[in-house]
């Protein structure tokens, strides 16, 4: 079983940085790739990146050019950095790590953008 803990979020201007973290425990030997997710009121789950066992990455067409996931294999970590944030990137981000089987999700970290 996969546990999963983001953090990172918070209160960011227009234009501004974060980065998100998302860190996992238990069973990570077994994980294929991981993944970002976003959910903003009244809006449907939008998948944001993912990342590959192999270091493949795919993005939403809303967040090339601004967002970059990447991973730690060694701290078993997979980051978000956010750059060039817009009011519409405010949502609740949530990591996914999936397995031949599973996918595992954690409880999420909020981001608000503000003007």
């Known amino acids: 079983q996969v546990q999963l803990v983001e953090s990172g979020g918070g209160l960011v201007q227009a234009g501004g940085s974060l980065r998100l973290s998302c860190a996992a425990s238990g069973g990570t030997f077994s994980i294929n790739a991981m993944a970002w997710y976003r959910q903003a009121p009244e809006k449907q789950r939008e998948l944001v990146a993912t990342?590959?066992?192999?270091?493949?990455?795919n993005y939403a067409d809303s967040v090339k050019g601004r967002f970059t996931i990447s991973r730690d294999n060694a701290e078993n970590t997979v980051y978000l950095q956010m750059n060039s944030l817009k009011l519409e990137d405010t949502a609740i981000y949530l990591c996914?790590?999936?397995?031949?089987?599973?996918?595992?999700w954690g409880k999420g970290t909020l981001v608000t953008v503000f003007s």
């Open positions: 990342i590959r066992s192999g270091g493949l990455t």
């Open positions: 996914t790590a999936s397995d031949r089987y599973n996918t595992y």
